[in-house]
Structure formats: C-alpha cells, structure tokens
C-alpha cells in the first residue's frame, strides 16, 4: 500500500512539473525542497520559530506543484 501510494505521489509531481513546464524532476525537486528547514531556538523562557530562508528555485518549485509556501 505504501509503495503503491509514493507511486502516485511521484506520477503527480511529474505531471504538475511537466503542466507548468518545470525541467526538475520530482527526485530533483524532492531535494532541493528538503533543503528548507524549520529552526526553533531557546532563550531563557522565550522561544524563537522560523523557517530557513528559501531560493528563488524553491519558490518556482513550489509554484509548479501547486503548494503553498512555507512561512
């Protein structure tokens, strides 16, 4: 069942990539989107959340498979 469904993940990726007429495949945009990182850091009682600052190309990515952006 598993395997089933990151089959259908990975089809859809490739056909919303090819639809926008991205030239990244979705193993290609798997990594460059796992390069975006959530940080949080603790000072005292206070707790700073934010998300590493993304690439243009990230952004494209994101775009092209219909996502919404991180914050």
Known sequence: ???????VLYRVM????????HS????????????IQKHTAHIGERSFHGTSKTTPEQLDLF???SLTKPD
């Open 1 to 7: 069942m598993i395997c089933f469904l990151a089959l």
């Open 14 to 21: 490739r056909m919303r990539l090819k639809t926008h007429g």
């Open 24 to 35: 990244a495949s979705p193993r290609t945009a798997l990594d460059l989107l796992a390069r």
């Open 63 to 65: 775009d092209a498979l």
